[in-house]
């Protein structure tokens, strides 16, 4: 590489820069693409470190994951923080250029629905929003087809001694994860015996922050979209608020969540 370059060659500026098109003068209409830009750009980022923790963890290599999974919670604090930004445009404003946006919808994003899978949360109907030869198509299958965190956590608590169910972690091919009473007892056993258990526990932990954080991202954007534009229809011809309030129930890692009851 030439010692020669500069700031803005190393991170193509010209070329990063040039992605924002507005396609009204409307002013909030450029914070509006940029917002959504950055979302995807940490998404990136996060399904970069959640293949680096499943690569450890697959591993058996715990503690480097640890690092991965926290990064990953950071971006998400970061990503939900960005709302505040958006809620600062008022439906007035975003009305001037809504009916621009046409059939595009937060539902074609494949990165979310790439991580949602890499996580555990599978459901294929969300493919139907890609062309079946597209590369968005063919990264949502992957993901949706191959193991997910999760998958690889049960893995490890099985070849750990725990007893731990083949069912758990093998499946049909993207077939969604179902909550188990013995994953919830091995979760248990865990967290009641942490000094002897500690590598399993902090990972726990790591993946009970993640889920947390994917959750308060959900709420806030919840609570942003019902800011701008109350209950209406969302883009696209999706449910808008009611659909993203049903995504609050979700759980990536959900015997985590159960077990706290029970200990």
């Not at 555990?120 to 993901?143: M, V």
């Not at 001694?161 to 091919?173: N, V």
């Not at 902090?202 to 954080?213: S, V, Y």
Request: overall charge negative.
């Amino acid at each position: 590489m030439s010692q020669d370059i500069t700031y803005g060659d190393y991170l193509r500026l010209p070329d990063l820069l040039a992605c924002q098109q507005p396609q009204t003068g409307e002013h909030d209409e450029l914070l509006f693409v940029i917002l959504h830009q950055t979302m995807e750009l940490w998404m990136k980022q996060i399904i970069h470190e959640v293949a680096a923790a499943q690569g450890e963890i697959r591993s058996g290599n715990l503690v480097p994951a640890y690092k991965q999974l926290a990064r990953v919670s950071r971006i998400q604090a970061v990503m939900t923080q960005a709302w505040d930004v958006l809620a600062t445009m008022t439906p007035a404003d975003y009305l001037n250029f809504r009916a621009l946006l046409g059939t595009s919808s937060g539902f074609q994003s494949a990165q979310f629905r790439v991580l949602e899978y890499k996580l555990g949360l599978k459901d294929e109907t969300f493919l139907r929003y890609h062309a079946e030869d597209s590369a968005d198509r063919a990264k949502l299958e992957d993901a949706l087809f191959s193991p997910s965190l999760y998958d690889d956590v049960l893995i490890q608590l099985a070849k750990a001694g725990f007893d731990i169910p083949e069912s758990a972690y093998e499946r049909a091919p993207g077939a969604p994860y179902q909550s188990s009473e013995a994953v919830e007892n091995v979760w248990l056993e865990v967290y009641r015996n942490t000094q002897q258990h500690w590598g399993l526990y902090q990972l726990a932990e790591k993946l009970i922050d993640l889920d947390d954080a994917l959750l308060t991202w959900r709420h806030k954007h919840v609570l942003t979209v019902e800011r701008i534009i109350g209950r209406k229809r969302g883009t696209g011809g999706t449910e808008g608020v009611g659909y993203l309030q049903q995504t609050l129930t979700r759980r990536a890692f959900p015997e985590l969540w159960s077990m706290r009851t029970k200990l």
